[in-house]
């Protein structure tokens, strides 16, 4: 199994040009100690409807890839900011060594506090762990981050990507799984 050390992310979401935020914020962040690194993304698939929201829509994602200890500095108004530890299990998939191109976050809640575990659990055992065995091509790694408060969003899921296409990436996963789980009831439970 293939992993690489990340002990926590801190993600800002805006609707701030690229350069804008590149330019301004970016430094502001990465003065903070504790950061290691800094990426920003654009959202192609803005407004998508096939997947259900709660967090509003943004049109940029600031990723920073943070050490235990980090503290997150004053967010402006305009970012919305979420901080994510890694869980004690490992990332799933492989480490292609090519770059990571596209990204896909998965924010998922318990329904009750008391059933964050049993989320966890079917998440990494389960949902996590069919995706990674169907090999699905563009995706590398997902690896699972737990909200530093417990708060909302309580887990992330980070998908790492490295084809020029992640959306046909994405598309493809479902039925690569549907196919590999051939029972109705095995797949629900997937699902």
Known sequence: MEDRDTPGLYLEMTDLDASSYAASRVPAVVATSGVRRATWWENVHRDRADL????PEFGLLGVYEVDVGFAAPEVPDGIAAHEFRRTGRPGQGRLTGRPTVGLSLVLISPTEPSRAQELRDWADFVHLRHIAE???PGYSMVTPYE???GGDPRFL???EMDTDDPEAAFLAMTPLVRARLADRDEFRRWA
């Not at 259900?52 to 967090?55: E, N, T």
Request: no cysteine.
């Open 134 to 136: 169907v090999g699905v």
């Open 147 to 149: 909200h530093v408060r």
């Open 52 to 55: 259900p929201r709660v967090l």
């Open 157 to 159: 899921h980070f998908y």
